[in-house]
């Protein structure tokens, strides 16, 4: 099974603060990377497929880049609706994909 | 609008059963290959199950093969997650998600949930 790793775990940040997140695969897994946002109690939402691609209606500060195992999702300006648990998922091993185990984004 | 909702969970014992449902709206569904997610309380996402949008394939992760069954009615637009022998560490919110696939602007191909139900809750405990 491919592994995901995600860092950091948690992090606290600010309104208009750029945000950085990695995550990293146990194996290369090309391009097949998606991003997720989960705000409490809420479903998944999608971000960013095949590593850089934004979906529809998401915003253009969310970007997403990488390739074979590093990834990275970044915010370039934190909106207070930003404020959630990021996942990254792999989709190589389609359809066994995995997420990665979640980074958690607190307000500072 | 593009829907898909969730319903069917609940308090089941030990060894019972249960199962869920997915009624999709807004969307060709029978041309859309479908999963099952799941996440315990506290804790990240885990795939459950896979279906083609005939229905003639399907996938499993390990922690539930020969026990969750995947199918789905194409003439009603509902996909299902038959659950049997349940245990304590299957207890989670289930979710059904509509899978997008295709080849990105970047060149290489994707594989992805667009579309996600509000989650269903299944409890196993006596």
């Known amino acids: 099974d491919i592994q995901m790793t995600q860092s950091p775990s948690s992090l606290s940040a600010s309104a208009g603060d750029r945000v950085t997140i990695t995550c990293r695969a146990s194996?290369?897994?090309?391009?097949?990377l998606n991003w997720y946002q989960q705000k409490p109690g809420k479903a998944p939402k999608l971000l960013i497929y095949?590593?850089?691609s934004l979906q529809s209606g998401v915003p253009s500060r969310f970007g997403g880049s990488g390739s074979g195992t590093d990834f990275t999702l970044t915010i370039t300006s934190l909106q207070p609706e930003d404020f959630a648990t990021y996942y990254c998922?792999?989709?190589?091993?389609?359809?066994?994909?995995?997420f990665g185990p979640g980074t958690k984004v607190h307000i500072k | 609008d593009v829907q898909l909702l969730e319903s069917g969970g609940g308090l089941v014992q030990p060894g019972g059963s249960l199962r869920l449902s997915c009624a999709a709206s807004?969307?060709?569904?029978?041309?859309?290959?479908m999963n099952w997610v799941r996440q315990a309380p506290g804790k990240g996402l885990e795939w459950v199950s896979a279906?083609?949008?005939?229905?003639?394939?399907?996938f499993y992760a390990d922690s539930v093969k020969g026990r969750f069954t995947i199918s789905r009615d194409n003439s009603n637009n509902t996909l299902y997650l038959q659950m049997t022998s349940l245990r304590a560490d299957d207890t989670a919110v289930y979710y059904c998600?509509?899978?997008?696939?295709?080849?990105?602007?970047?060149?290489?191909?994707?594989?992805?949930?667009?579309?996600w139900g509000q989650g269903t809750t299944v409890t196993v405990s006596s």
């Open positions: 998600a509509k899978v997008i696939e295709g080849i990105a602007a970047a060149g290489g191909d994707y594989y992805a949930m667009d579309v």
């Open positions: 807004g969307f060709t569904f029978s041309n859309y290959a």
């Open positions: 279906i083609s949008g005939s229905g003639s394939t399907t």
């Open positions: 194996q290369s897994i090309a391009s097949y």
């Open positions: 095949g590593a850089s």
């Open positions: 998922q792999q989709s190589y091993s389609t359809p066994r994909i995995t």
